[in-house]
């Protein structure tokens, strides 16, 4: 089992315990850039457990045959029973599932208040053809998944998770606003075109009023561009959120959409 650093004075970290039978899928990912960042300094303490080591044969057999015939093999239920036993993770205990509910940035939120509420949640990832049904049926609290798409086991898409939860949190991003502004924040818009230097490029031109220095203006500019990206490219947001008011659509009007969309 993997496990991260303690915590500093003052700072509740986020624990997220992962269950699989290939750890080091997700303890490698979640080490370098945001993430590993984040366990070194105490925001999240990741606990990867390693399903093979509750198994109680010599081969570490964690999967068998389907009864009543079939393609492929299933997870067995003891093994990934004794784990979760053996750790005591927090809970909701979430199986990663295509079947499972579908994971959009306020499930994300949701899990990232888990570290005040009950701090933290854990993960099970399935490979073959999937877990044993009592294991949906009596383990695990729910399911989740995060696309219309078949992997050959959980341990991506748990990967997904902790990165998209764990940014949430506060001091794990340099910028506070970051979370705020950018795609599905709080103002339910696409984030707008970002542009640096150079100022050209290759004859393309950075729009002349995100250099004017009138930022009450480029604030302005740039919620249009949120609304003009969104209206174009997911527009069901817009509906989401109850369509454009007034002051948006002037706000339509006033600038119109970016020359590079």
């Known amino acids: 089992m993997t496990e991260s650093p303690s915590s500093g004075a003052g700072v509740v970290p986020l624990r997220i315990d992962v269950f699989s ?3 080091g899928l997700v303890d490698g990912f979640c080490s370098d850039s945001l993430l590993g960042k984040s366990r070194t300094n105490g925001l999240l303490d990741l606990r990867c457990h390693d399903i093979r080591e509750s198994t109680s044969d010599v081969h570490r057999t964690v999967d068998d045959s389907p009864f009543g015939g079939g393609a492929g093999m299933v997870m067995k239920p003891g093994p990934i ?12 205990l979430l199986l990663m599932s295509p079947g499972g509910r579908r994971f959009d940035q306020d499930m ?23 877990v044993d049904h009592r294991v949906r049926r009596h383990l695990v609290d729910d399911e989740v ?10 341990e991506v898409a748990a990967c997904l998770i902790i990165e998209a939860v764990t940014r949430l949190r506060d001091g794990a991003m340099a910028n506070a606003q970051s979370p705020i502004t950018e795609s599905f924040g709080e103002s ?17 031109t950075v729009p002349d009023i995100l250099r004017s220095g009138d930022h009450a203006r480029i604030e302005r500019y740039r919620q249009a561009q949120r609304l003009h990206r969104t209206l174009r490219e997911r527009p069901d947001l817009i509906v989401a959120r109850g369509g454009v008011t007034a002051n948006e659509q002037a706000l339509l009007e006033e600038f119109p959409s970016d020359p590079y969309h």
Do not use: H, K, M, N
Request: include cysteine.
């Open 81 to 92: 029973f004794a784990s979760v036993e053996a750790a005591e993770p927090p809970r909701p």
């Open 108 to 130: 994300a939120q949701e899990l990232a208040d888990l570290a005040e509420a009950s701090g933290g949640f854990s993960l099970l990832c399935g490979r073959y053809e999937g």
């Open 145 to 154: 998944s995060v696309g219309d798409v078949v992997l050959s086991g959980g």
């Open 21 to 23: 039978i290939f750890p």
């Open 188 to 204: 339910g818009l696409l984030e707008e075109p970002q542009y640096t230097r150079p100022a050209e490029f290759r004859g393309w």
